[in-house]
């Protein structure tokens, strides 16, 4: 009789877990496959917000340089105190002075660009910034020269590059720039020189550079249109990306 008792307690006992199992499976999968998904779409949507918040506030770093750059070269009166530069008439002293007095003016006071370069297509540079040197440069040996030429209707922004002037400035050993470089005209549109702002890399990727150091081990990289990585700067920070 005890050992019938305890079958028929056995059974009960099997029937009803089995139905508690089944219950909790109708229950708990789908609502484990729902959260499960619910919280991919909320991750995928928090990368995609904070992804366009970073590409937003690179924009607006952009357009500040992109400004220096139009103001100079929408500027008649550098137009004309530069080429009295290059072509040494009139009072060199002066004309120099008062470019250079132009020059800081468009960078404004809250200095968007480090430095602001003009160049005459035979390589006269006139230089405003970190590095005030009037001299004869090499313009074809620059990296983005060709391609400036090539863009005449716009705007040229150059990769990351090492920049020793910005090191020795910035006391660092591994300061990098980027420029934003494009050509002005004469009256006729035909190219007389080229306008070259650069900037700081680190202080343009401020944004980024804030998150990675409160979220270590993520990565943030920047490509450009054409596939170039411009952030990270570092070309050893490069190399470890896959």
Known sequence: MVIQKRTIRFVLFQTYSLIIIVVLSLVVVPFYIWSSDLL????????????????DKLDLEIRRIDSVSLNILYSNLVKDKFLKFTGGSGDTINNNKDLADILVAANGPALP???????DLGGNMFGSGIDNRRTKVNLPNKLWYEEV?????????TI?????ELSL???SKDAYSISLVRLFFDANNTPEGIVEVKQDADKLFTNINDYMKHNYGQK???????GDIIYPTNPKAKELIS
């Open 40 to 55: 991919k779409k909320k991750a995928v949507e928090s990368l995609d917000n904070l992804s366009q918040s970073m590409q």
């Open 113 to 119: 660009v480090n430095q602001i370069n003009l160049y």
């Open 149 to 157: 030429l090539a863009n005449t209707k716009g705007k040229y922004i």
């Open 160 to 164: 990351p590059e090492k920049d020793d």
């Open 169 to 171: 400035f910035l006391s």
């Open 220 to 226: 943030v990289i920047v490509y450009t249109d054409i």
